[in-house]
């Protein structure tokens, strides 16, 4: 803050600083917060950098950080900055006072949603306790019902810490049931996991996580093909970043699985995308085995499109086994339709799309010599192209109506010449 003072009309101005004082920070409740709260709030280090802040400038920057991070605690639904000069006795010329309006979140919430997945949707069912211990905990439950008869819930109890790397801690236990027609088994899970998130740099966030899963895989009826029944029994494995099994239970493997994609916009309407996805996992020992729903699949609308889903790659009486490897590559062009019908409304949610796929997968065993591997990899490899239609459904999920042409194929494979429709979140 600064103030200017001058003797005449020809006098330069003389510019003198006067710090500020914080004189008072309120917390102004509406609904209902107990005093234990209100104390956390007041005496946690979101609050107390405002006192750090110099001049009025910082003192504005300062309290939007605190905004944002008190709604970020997960308790509060609108929170409101006031500053005003300070009253009172103690109040000086210089002083402020920052009061903060919140509204908590009631104490049960709940409510039911629906979620688009890989040509599946699905019903949602949940209801959370926000701020469950005042603490900016959150106690949830969800129960999910497939479209393809696939069902669970889940429990999940999430805890910040409120430090420097913002933590935040969360442990959960969950049941799931699947159906695989296309390989004909049933999957129920179930499982705990604990989880990890912080930050070590600015932009920069990781993610620790244990899981411990029992895995129960069953044949789906009298016609499930011999290679399949055999591996119907129970499983465990342990998870991390990248995927370890072997401790405990006749399975132990390494997985490894990239995913990467590239966007690159050519004009404001029309974007070329490049991506790629691989993936490898070997067998810990000789005396450990790795299961048909531990492997990879590919083939379908979502990677490699003209084929069939999971129509890639070792098939049993027209049943997919999987592989231990496989990489997958998709050049995509997408533009606008011809003449941009409906600006404003469909046509900005509506592309066309051009596209050409390659992949293989296999178990592929890899020597010693680079050359003879990439060989191997590039060896009976699949190709595709086509073209069709894209419909965006919010920020992260699409329509796909493609015409797929299978250029490559390989003896075994299903491929599918025509039509495909797709709806999805993760796409090759």
């Not at 970043?241 to 004009?267: C, R, S």
């Not at 048909?292 to 003209?306: A, E, K, N, Q, V």
């Not at 019908?341 to 799309?353: E, K, M, N, S, V």
């Not at 192209?385 to 797929?404: D, F, K, P, Q, S």
């Amino acid at each position: 803050m600064q103030t200017a003072e001058g003797n005449g009309p020809n006098t330069a101005a003389e510019t003198t600083e006067v710090p500020l004082q914080l004189s008072n920070i309120k917390l102004k409740k509406s609904l209902w917060m107990d005093l234990e709260e209100q104390k956390m709030i007041l005496s946690s280090k979101t609050v107390k950098e405002l006192f750090d802040a110099g001049d009025f400038q910082q003192v504005v920057l300062k309290s939007q950080e605190v905004r944002s991070k008190l709604e970020k605690l997960g308790c509060f639904k609108n929170v409101g900055v006031f500053i005003d000069t300070s009253r009172g006795e103690d109040a000086s010329s210089n002083g402020l006072e920052i009061t903060f309006t919140v509204k908590e979140l009631k104490r049960v919430l709940g409510g039911i949603t629906t979620l688009v997945g890989n040509n599946e949707g699905s019903l949602v069912i949940k209801s959370n306790l926000p701020n469950t211990f005042g603490r900016g905990e959150n106690l949830q439950v969800e129960y999910t019902y497939g479209t393809k008869q696939s069902k669970g819930f889940n429990g999940m109890f999430i805890k910040p810490l409120h430090n420097k790397a913002n933590t935040i801690l969360t442990s959960s236990f969950y049941q799931k049931n699947s159906e695989w027609v296309t390989s004909g088994y049933h999957l129920c899970e179930q499982g705990i996991s604990l989880d990890a998130n912080f930050d070590s740099v600015p932009l920069v966030r990781h993610n620790i996580q244990w899981e411990g899963v029992w895995r129960e895989l069953s044949c789906q009826s009298r016609t499930t093909t011999f290679p399949v029944r055999e591996q119907a029994v129970g499983v465990l494995f342990f998870q991390m970043v990248q995927e370890l099994a072997g401790i405990g239970g006749d399975v132990g493997f390494i997985k490894h699985e990239l995913n990467y994609q590239l966007n690159v916009p050519v004009t404001n309407d029309v974007v070329i995308q490049g991506s790629f996805q691989g993936g490898f996992m070997k067998r810990l020992n000789d005396e450990k085995l790795i299961y048909i729903c531990d492997r990879f699949f590919l083939g379908g609308p979502h990677t490699i499109r003209g084929f069939q889903q999971r129509g890639i790659g070792p098939q049993s009486d027209n049943q997919a086994l999987g592989a231990q490897g496989y990489w997958a590559a998709g050049l995509h062009l997408f533009t606008p339709l011809p003449f941009k019908p409906g600006q404003g409304g469909l046509g900005d949610i509506l592309r066309t799309h051009f596209f050409v796929n390659a992949g293989n997968i296999d178990n592929f065993d890899f020597s010693d010599n680079l050359k003879e591997s990439a060989r191997i990899l590039t060896d009976r490899y699949r190709l595709s192209y086509g073209m069709g239609l894209m419909l965006r459904l919010g920020t992260t999920a699409r329509i796909e109506l493609n015409y797929c042409v299978p250029l490559r194929s390989q003896r075994g494979d299903r491929t599918n010449h025509g039509v495909q429709v797709a709806v999805g979140v993760q796409f090759l």
